[in-house]
């Protein structure tokens, strides 16, 4: 009987936990929170406030076309927000409207959970999925009317359909066609997101048979992709010209290719092993076992002496100070602003960012070891952290997360206790970055 008890105590505390992120997310709302630094009446609301008026002062084509557009993405948000939004010239109302569509994201990524791990509790994948209202860049961009939430929730439904069009026998061609949509509409939404389409497409490819059914695949997606190209076409390069002249040294146009930035390589395996190293812990079986096995391999050792060799490579062929202090002033994640608070001495920094590099590689090796196409989804992000500057933790964040539990096949094992050291690990980091911008 006691342990009756303290089974149902402990199953009531688990269900009042799991409503703590959505609490904290309209807590966030009413507190103006700004814990990704780019939020505020004084942040990248500014420009976008001037693409809205862009929009309120012009007809759609014109403002298409305007030449003081700005930003990374295409116009279609503005399109869709002129038509369908009545507050869209109300920014206070606007960032409510915001808001709620944003409370839409981690409900789809429920829904996609349930489907994945049917065999576990639905408290468990109730919190696990509210784990992105704990995102500092998803709050941000939900509380302060910024764009970035739209393409997580579309990528987040493609991922949905992705998975009833691989593992559901009977799936309905409508799913296939909703798939196709949504996944483009990542790419209108946020540029970054184009390995979303590139993921839908080759799989559905590699795994269907019907050569009628690839056709109409490939067909609708080029499609969907004229109205893009027509832009680029247009800009003379992926953003518009305004964001080209701007941030002049990302890379966007094919003349920009002499400026790969391979140090960004580094800096991409820390940011990305950040959120996989939770996942890592506390979703995994055997870690012992699994480790031991690993080191019993002789690839294990070759990988090993080639990640050093890339690790010292970066540190001769990169003037430390140069890069971090005078050409950054913003990005670089969290590992950049952690050394930033343990030292003030440079080389200590440098120190303590190579031996992070080091080891984000290794913990990024054992997911190849457990599932070598898990890592394949992961190598795009590394390709993409070549082209951009600056290099910004919310490219990362929190679309690894949803990658990893979406599509990562080693990721099976879940408890409430492992659940529960998951959203306390990212609600520290939600505080710590509170904590760090204000």
Same mark, same amino acid.
């Given at each position: 009987?006691?342990?009756?008890?303290?089974?149902?105590?402990?199953?009531?505390?688990?269900?009042?936990?799991?409503?703590?992120?959505?609490?904290?997310?309209?807590?966030?709302?009413?507190?103006?929170?700004?814990?990704?630094?780019?939020?505020?009446?004084?942040?990248?609301?500014?420009?976008?406030?001037?693409?809205?008026?862009?929009?309120?002062?012009?007809?759609?084509?014109?403002?298409?076309?305007?030449?003081?557009?700005?930003?990374?993405?295409?116009?279609?948000?503005?399109?869709?927000?002129?038509?369908?939004?009545?507050?869209?010239?109300?920014?206070?109302?606007?960032?409510?409207?915001?808001?709620?569509?944003?409370?839409?994201?981690?409900?789809?990524?429920?829904?996609?959970?349930?489907?994945?791990?049917?065999?576990?509790?639905?408290?468990?994948?109730?919190?696990?999925?509210?784990?992105?209202?704990?995102?500092?860049?998803?709050?941000?961009?939900?509380?302060?009317?910024?764009?970035?939430?739209?393409?997580?929730?579309?990528?987040?439904?493609?991922?949905? =359909? @992705?998975?009833?069009?691989?593992?559901?026998? +009977? #799936? %309905?061609?409508?799913?296939? !066609? /909703? &798939? $196709?949509?949504?996944?483009?509409?990542?790419?209108?939404?946020?540029?970054?997101?184009?390995?979303?389409?590139?993921?839908? =497409? @080759?799989?559905?490819?590699?795994?269907?048979? +019907? #050569? %009628?059914?690839?056709?109409? !695949? /490939? &067909? $609708?997606?080029?499609?969907?992709?004229?109205?893009?190209?027509?832009?680029?076409?247009?800009?003379?390069?992926?953003?518009?010209?305004?964001?080209?002249?701007?941030?002049?040294?990302?890379?966007?146009?094919?003349?920009?290719?002499?400026? $790969?930035?391979?140090?960004?390589?580094?800096?991409?395996?820390?940011?990305?092993?950040?959120?996989?190293?939770?996942?890592?812990?506390?979703?995994?079986?055997?870690?012992?076992?699994?480790?031991?096995?690993?080191?019993?391999?002789?690839?294990?050792?070759?990988?090993?002496?080639?990640?050093?060799?890339?690790?010292?490579?970066?540190?001769?062929?990169?003037?430390?100070?140069?890069?971090?202090?005078?050409?950054?002033?913003?990005?670089?994640?969290?590992?950049?602003?952690?050394?930033?608070?343990?030292?003030?001495?440079?080389?200590?920094?440098?120190?303590?960012?190579?031996?992070?590099?080091?080891?984000?590689?290794?913990?990024?090796?054992?997911?190849?070891?457990?599932?070598?196409?898990?890592?394949?989804?992961?190598?795009?992000?590394?390709?993409?952290?070549?082209?951009?500057?600056?290099?910004?933790?919310?490219?990362?964040?929190?679309?690894?997360?949803?990658?990893?539990?979406?599509?990562?096949?080693?990721?099976?094992?879940?408890?409430?206790?492992?659940?529960?050291?998951?959203?306390?690990?990212?609600?520290?980091?939600?505080?710590?970055?509170?904590?760090?911008?204000?």
């Amino acid at each position: 009987m006691f342990l009756n008890l303290k089974y149902n105590y402990g199953n009531t505390i688990f269900k009042i936990i799991i409503f703590l992120p959505v609490i904290s997310f309209f807590l966030g709302f009413y507190l103006d929170e700004n814990s990704a630094g780019a939020g505020g009446y004084n942040g990248d609301i500014k420009w976008i406030k001037s693409n809205i008026n862009i929009f309120l002062d012009n007809d759609l084509r014109a403002a298409v076309l305007h030449p003081d557009f700005f930003g990374n993405r295409t116009p279609l948000i503005y399109i869709l927000q002129k038509i369908f939004n009545p507050f869209f010239n109300n920014y206070e109302a606007y960032r409510v409207t915001s808001f709620f569509v944003s409370l839409i994201g981690p409900i789809i990524f429920y829904q996609l959970l349930r489907k994945k791990y049917f065999n576990v509790e639905k408290e468990i994948l109730f919190l696990i999925a509210s784990l992105i209202y704990l995102s500092p860049y998803y709050r941000t961009s939900a509380f302060w009317g910024l764009n970035e939430n739209y393409g997580l929730i579309t990528a987040i439904t493609s991922f949905y =359909f @992705l998975y009833k069009v691989l593992h559901i026998s +009977n #799936f %309905k061609f409508l799913d296939l !066609i /909703l &798939l $196709i949509f949504f996944s483009s509409l990542s790419v209108y939404f946020d540029l970054k997101l184009a390995f979303v389409p590139l993921v839908s =497409f @080759l799989v559905i490819m590699f795994s269907q048979n +019907n #050569f %009628k059914i690839k056709f109409i !695949i /490939l &067909l $609708i997606y080029i499609i969907l992709s004229i109205p893009y190209l027509a832009l680029i076409i247009y800009w003379e390069g992926i953003v518009p010209i305004k964001t080209q002249i701007a941030n002049q040294n990302t890379i966007t146009a094919v003349e920009d290719f002499n400026k $790969i930035y391979f140090i960004h390589l580094g800096y991409a395996a820390t940011l990305i092993s950040f959120y996989i190293l939770p996942i890592l812990l506390f979703t995994n079986k055997n870690l012992a076992k699994d480790l031991k096995e690993v080191f019993q391999k002789k690839e294990t050792y070759i990988f090993l002496f080639f990640i050093l060799s890339l690790v010292f490579s970066l540190f001769y062929l990169f003037d430390f100070e140069k890069f971090t202090v005078k050409d950054y002033w913003i990005g670089l994640g969290v590992v950049h602003k952690l050394s930033i608070l343990i030292t003030d001495n440079l080389l200590f920094r440098e120190i303590i960012t190579y031996i992070f590099f080091f080891f984000s590689f290794c913990l990024i090796y054992f997911f190849y070891t457990r599932n070598k196409v898990d890592v394949v989804y992961l190598l795009y992000f590394f390709l993409l952290s070549l082209l951009l500057w600056p290099l910004m933790q919310e490219y990362f964040d929190p679309i690894i997360l949803i990658l990893v539990f979406s599509l990562f096949k080693s990721v099976k094992y879940f408890t409430k206790t492992r659940a529960l050291l998951i959203f306390a690990y990212f609600s520290i980091f939600l505080s710590i970055a509170n904590f760090y911008y204000n």
